[in-house]
C-alpha cells in the first residue's frame, strides 16, 4: 500500500529559498521527525543500542541505509522565488505501514507557526488517499530521468521491493525478466547532508526496456535508494 498526502501552500508576501523548497522542507521534517520519536537524542542511530525499536530508524530506512518510507516529489530543478500570493503544493507518500504516521505532516506544518525558512504562508489544505494498485501488463520503455544506483533496473527496482515487503509489511510483486538502462549515463547530484547523516547520490540515468507486470504505484514514486529526494523518476515512452 502506498499513501499519497497532498499539501497545499500559499505565500501572501511572497517567498524566496536559497535552495530548492522540497529539498529544504524534507530535510526540516526529518529533524523534526526524529524529535518526535527518537528517545536517544545524543546517540549517533548506528551507535544506538535501541534502534531496532526506533521508529525514526524504522519510517527512515535505517536512518537511510535503506530505503525510506517517507518519500517527497522533488523535481530536479526547483524555483526559489514565489511571487506574493502564489501557491505551492507539495507531495509526499507513505509505504506500507509507515503510513501510519500520516498525521505527522499536518503536525509538522501546524509546528511552524505559519512561517517556514523566515517566509510566511497559510496552510491551505492537506489530504491524503491511497493510492489503488495498478499493474502494467505490456512491455515499454521507461526514461529514467533521475538517478537510480544501478543501470541494471529490474536489479534496483527488485531489491527495492524487497526491502519494502521485508520492512514496511507491504506486498509489492518482483520483476521476472531481467532488464537494464541503454547506454546508461552517469550522474552525481551535490552532497545532502541530513541531521544524522551524509547522503552521496550517484548512479545513472537513461532509457530501459520494461517488462509486463510492473506496478504504476513504484513508478509514481520513483525507483531506486534515492527516491526519497526524487531520485529513480520514470517518464513512460509506450
Known sequence: MIKHTHVILTFPLGAQFHDGFSMLLYKKLVHYIKDLMCFNISCKCNDCEHHSQCRYYHV???????????????????????????QRVIDFYFVGDVGLYVDYIEIFFNSLNQKIFGNFFY??????????????????????????????????YNRMVQY?????????MLMNEVSQIINPKKVEWPILHF????????????????QPNVDQ???TIGIGKYNYIGGGQVESED
Open 60 to 86: 527512515f530506512g535505517e536512518n537511510f541505509a535503506g530505503y525510506p518510507g517517507i518519500i517527497i516529489k522533488n523535481d530536479l530543478f526547483e524555483k526559489k522565488i514565489y511571487r506574493k500570493g502564489e
Open 123 to 156: 496552510l491551505n489544505s492537506i489530504s491524503t488517499k491511497v493510492i489503488q494498485p495498478s499493474i502494467i501488463n505490456h512491455n515499454f520503455v521507461a526514461n529514467f530521468s533521475t538517478p537510480i544506483e544501478t543501470y541494471e533496473t529490474s536489479e534496483c
Open 164 to 172: 519494502y515487503n521485508q520492512k514496511y509489511n507491504s506486498r509489492f
Open 195 to 210: 541531521a544524522t547523516r551524509t547522503v552521496y547520490v550517484k548512479g545513472y540515468i537513461g532509457k530501459s526496456c520494461m
Open 217 to 219: 504505484r513504484l513508478l
